[in-house]
């Protein structure tokens, strides 16, 4: 944290007069607190790994399935998702939108940076207390498997909640200024106790309030430069306490149920799957390879990252985990080639939001399941608009390349090709060893990541002979670090999504788009923009679970085909998910790339032009979704 006191700093044009002993007594607090967590969040992820690998031998191997494996992982995985957040928050790599904040003044930005802190500390401290109730009450439940009181894995949230006030309030008591950070304090605070005194008058509003908080609380912290799970959750906190008599404990639940969804296990799995090909050499030959084809060739590997996406996924049932394990591998290389960091993060975005439709997708399973349409339709019809929107995005990226200098880079000959094709194959076949585990049911989607894992480590101590045991930690601890900034934003848009469903905002839409004039043209025109509006920020499968019951009945009444409306509002969710400022999975890009988000928001607008432009076609012509049925 030592590097963060300094920007601050010297931001504010000040130099720090302290006494030596106060920052250092706080230094050394802060390193053995945070050593304290990092050691137990890499060891879960070494356990989560272990445990899910035994269920794979255990049930396809030996036959005899560990009934226990998913409920131990579940639990432990909610303390690694805290714990990993606690992680990110001392190491300040909690995802914050910082393009407002750059361009005001260095007294500013230092002031902005602690009003930040501040504010996720407000956060923090409101919700500490419902989350103790909540592990309470989680308490009187026993698991079915191990037969154990449920607050073991309750505990995590009000544990995580206190380690990342812990870290807050050390940060503001090490930094320079104490005048501006006593400044910081009572802005906050005077905020909050504004919105809490407009109390009485929040409440005759309505849904009203839900651009008050949803918009305008959201998108000011957002602005503001607060940490983007931080943002959420003040506007989600506000909206229930102040404008609803449902008990501040129920944020906590659903907190809980969108940070333990059983797929995004696969999460910090393929998080460190990623690093792992990278450190063992897999990352290398594999680009050595795809460079030979295409490295020759104006913006060739970012045609690469586009076609890596459409292969690898639906293998992991989650995008930010696609992502975690196509741009390790692609984007040092990119950059060093000349790539803009905020370009490469931008199209990694971009690349998320084109493949949701392809199977095996969690999206389509969810659809299937609520509305009653074939799954297997579903999977045929959702491979050909990925390759719609993917020559879209090419077709961009050919346009902005168009004129980039290729004269220092040599096209590799055929023999070249060969060799590095027969070096790279142990990792080139890395994608497929995983999507054939998933295909032919040898391995769930979660599990499937363990495999992969344990592939990539043979593959490098017995194939590339590299694997650095000094870097394990440190990658261990990343990962924890990354999934959880990544799943904390994903727990508190999860929040948000649920008080749109109580608020009768679902009912309201589906209403109206029922009464529509124009027929099909015009419901697909405003599907298009509402579950695009939606995508920002609500994840795919609550948003489908809500709306599709509601959705689909009006879409067969309209004359629209079921695979094709479906096709047609996944891409929809799909933008309004990888689109900034509100784009949850915009963040997770941006955290992944470790790019800071305002480098990527200018180019990302021309992807999301071409991502518009191939969704439109697809939705004139349902052929593109039907014709193979």
């Not at 989560?48 to 992982?73: K, Q």
């Not at 594999?286 to 990252?305: D, E, I, N, P, T």
């Not at 392809?358 to 999206?363: A, F, M, R």
Request: glycine share 10%.
């Amino acid at each position: 944290m030592a590097h963060v006191e300094v920007e601050v700093t010297e931001a504010a044009g000040e130099v720090a007069v302290q006494s030596p002993r106060r920052p250092s007594l706080l230094a050394s607090l802060e390193r053995v607190l945070g050593l304290a967590v990092e050691i137990p969040a890499a060891t879960l992820v070494v356990a989560e790994i272990a445990i899910l690998f035994a269920g794979v031998v255990a049930r396809y191997g030996l036959h005899r399935p560990l009934i226990w494996s998913d409920e131990l992982a579940s639990i432990l995985f909610l303390w690694l998702a805290m714990l990993g957040a606690a992680v990110a928050f001392r190491r300040s790599e909690h995802m914050r939108m910082t393009a407002v904040v750059a361009s005001a003044g260095p007294a500013m930005r230092a002031y902005l940076d602690l009003v930040a802190t501040a504010a996720a500390l407000a956060f923090l401290a409101l919700i500490v207390w419902p989350s103790w109730d909540y592990a309470y009450e989680e308490s009187f439940i026993i698991t079915p498997a191990l037969q154990i009181p449920n607050i073991w894995r309750a505990a995590a949230l009000p544990a995580g909640i206190c380690l990342m006030a812990a870290f807050a309030l050390l940060r503001l008591l090490r930094a320079a200024d104490v005048r501006m950070v006593l400044t910081a304090v009572i802005s906050v605070a005077v905020v909050v106790g504004l919105f809490w005194l407009a109390q009485p008058y929040l409440r005759p509003l309505g849904n009203l309030n839900l651009v008050i908080f949803f918009v305008g609380v959201a998108g000011f912290c957002v602005f503001a430069g607060v940490p983007i799970a931080f943002g959420f959750g003040l506007a989600i906190f506000g909206y229930l306490a102040l404008t609803t008599r449902t008990p501040v404990m129920v944020l906590i639940g659903r907190m809980d149920e969108g940070m333990s969804h059983l797929i995004l296990l696969s999460v910090p799995l393929f998080v460190f799957l990623g690093l792992l090909i990278e450190m063992t050499g897999m990352a290398r030959a594999m680009v050595a390879f795809l460079a030979s084809l295409l490295g020759h060739v104006r913006g060739g590997l970012h045609y690469v990252l586009v076609g890596a996406m459409y292969l690898v996924s639906g293998i992991s049932g989650a995008k930010a985990a696609d992502m975690a394990a196509v741009a390790p591998v692609l984007f040092p290389e990119m950059k060093q080639r000349g790539a803009r960091p905020g370009d490469l993060v931008a199209l990694l975005a971009a690349t998320g939001a084109q493949t949701e439709t392809i199977p095996p997708s969690l999206v389509l399973i969810t659809i299937g399941s609520v509305t009653g349409v074939s799954i297997a339709a579903l999977f045929t019809g959702g491979l050909l608009p990925g390759v719609v929107l993917a020559i879209t995005l090419c077709m961009l990226v050919w346009w902005r390349y168009r004129h980039e200098d290729m004269s220092h880079v040599r096209r590799a000959t055929g023999g070249e090709i060969g060799r590095t094709f027969i070096v790279a194959l142990p990792a080139l076949a890395l994608p497929f060893v995983i999507r054939y585990a998933v295909v032919e049911g040898i391995a769930t989607a979660t599990e499937v990541s363990t495999i992969g894992i344990v592939y990539g480590a043979l593959v490098g101590l017995l194939v590339y002979r590299r694997f650095d045991w000094r870097r394990l930690f440190p990658m261990l601890v990343e990962t924890a670090a990354l999934s959880g900034a990544i799943l904390l934003i994903i727990g508190t848009a999860t929040g948000m999504a649920w008080g749109l469903t109580q608020s009768g905002f679902s009912r309201s839409l589906a209403a109206a788009m029922t009464g529509l004039p124009g027929g099909a043209a015009t419901f697909i025109a405003v599907s298009i923009l509402a579950f695009t509006i939606l995508g920002s920020v609500l994840e795919g499968i609550p948003a489908i679970v809500l709306f599709g019951p509601l959705l689909f009945p009006i879409a067969r009444a309209v004359g629209v085909h079921e695979v094709h409306y479906a096709m047609v509002i996944i891409l929809a969710m799909g933008i309004g998910l990888f689109a900034p400022p509100f784009g949850v999975g915009y963040y997770a890009a941006c955290a992944i790339g470790r790019v800071d988000p305002a480098e990527g928001i200018r180019p990302i607008w021309g992807y999301l032009l071409a991502l518009l432009v191939g969704l439109i076609i697809v939705a004139i012509f349902p052929w593109i979704s039907i014709g193979f049925l």
